[in-house]
């Protein structure tokens, strides 16, 4: 590569969950725009939720759970080799940034340190990233800046191209016709408001108790005629189940297809979800949000950009809130108090205000 501001084809590597992947949609539109071919290397379940995207020109799908060894990691990264003009890593993992050096591109570009002194929220650090000595695999390091909103803090990653946005940008997803056409027939019967519940995540600490998500539903059913889904994968089908059984009339769906997932929420008027990745696909589909947060905080930075119609509820009066960046399974203090002591009424308060205002 001749210089980093020269166009060319990049390659963006994030296998980290779901909702991370739809916090790098805007790096994808910011690096089209600018004129990048854009390929992304995703873990399967990503794959499905970014098809059809605009702004990208290939998927490649690296299955690291089913493929943890190295033998695979170093096969990929020879499939990859001299393939691009610059590599982006928005993951911060050991096993991501070798792959970056695996396919010895000129221009590798991951995320060194924050600056000291840290601001006062995080001299702690179990609220800080870890970043250790595999930043060295990069050849330009940008920045994690604490605090700031977790799509722009990606977006950075591009300045070594030459390339900056200004302000919060927004996410984007793609809904096929197909798709939309189809998962209409599922929703025959369903009132409007349609109000989309996600109960589940996969992380156990950041789920709100599934008692406080029926008191949630009945109260929008009752208060709003709202329609109510229950909405899960497939293992989170038993949450799912106890949540739709106990408000009337909703209807449980843990069966669907990513394009069906994402025609879904394109459909809904409101998603109440925990900071989970519904929470981020949501916002990319242009649907008002309320995002439950209970260890962590919107202060990470992992929240919809600013704009979007969203309410972020959390307890607030906790001195364990937030807990880590990284949260646990469970509760490390036995009490999870973040979440059982959110009164679902402050939930359905802010859900309320956001269908009064539309969609």
């Known amino acids: 590569m ?45 794959a499905g939720i970014l098809e059809g995207h605009p702004h990208l020109d290939g998927i490649i799908v690296y299955d ?16 990859l080799r001299d393939r691009y003009d610059a590599v982006i890593v928005p993951h911060r993992s ?16 991951g995320y060194r340190p924050p600056k000291r002194p840290y601001p006062p929220l995080f001299t702690d650090r179990k609220l800080r990233p870890k970043f250790t000595l595999w930043r060295f695999l990069y050849t330009h390091r940008v920045e994690y800046v604490l605090g700031r909103q977790e799509a722009l803090r990606i977006c950075d990653l591009a300045k070594p191209l030459g390339v900056a946005v200004e ?18 027939a599922r929703l025959v019967g369903v009132g409007r408001p349609l109000a989309v519940i996600f109960p589940g995540g996969a992380w156990g600490g950041k789920r709100y108790p599934a008692k406080s998500f029926v008191e949630v539903g009945c109260r929008l059913a009752d208060v709003a005629h709202a329609g109510i889904v229950i909405c899960g994968g497939a293992d989170e089908s038993d949450i ?17 297809t990513p394009g069906g997932w994402k025609a879904l929420v394109r459909t809904a008027d409101l998603v109440v979800t925990n900071d989970s990745a519904p929470l981020h696909v ?14 962590t905080t919107p202060v990470f930075g992992f929240r919809p950009p600013e704009g979007h119609p969203q309410k972020l509820v959390f307890h607030g009066r906790l001195e364990c809130q937030p807990c880590r960046l990284s949260p646990p399974r469970e509760c490390p203090l ?16 802010a859900c ?8």
Request: include cysteine; aromatic fraction near 4%.
């Open 64 to 79: 690291k759970r089913s493929e943890p060894g190295l033998g695979r990691l170093l096969a990929l990264g020879c499939e």
């Open 240 to 256: 799912c189940a106890e949540v739709s059984a106990k408000i009337p009339q909703a209807l449980s769906l843990t069966d669907l």
């Open 2 to 46: 001749g210089g980093s501001t020269v166009k060319g084809r990049v390659l963006v590597v994030n296998t980290a969950f779901l909702g991370d992947v739809v916090l790098t949609t805007p790096l994808f539109a910011l690096l089209h725009g600018a004129g990048w071919t854009v390929d992304a290397l995703v873990a399967p379940r990503a």
């Open 282 to 295: 949501a916002a990319a589909l242009g649907t008002p949000v309320v995002g439950i947060y209970g260890p």
């Open 334 to 349: 036995k009490h999870h108090r973040c979440m059982t002591e959110l009164d679902p009424e402050r939930v359905v308060a």
């Open 352 to 359: 309320l205000a956001l269908l009064g205002g539309g969609k």
């Open 94 to 109: 050991l096993r991501s940034a070798l792959l970056a050096r695996l396919t010895r591109t000129d221009v590798r570009i």
């Open 167 to 184: 302000g919060e940008p927004a996410g984007m997803l793609a809904v096929s016709d197909r798709d939309a056409r189809d998962f209409t």
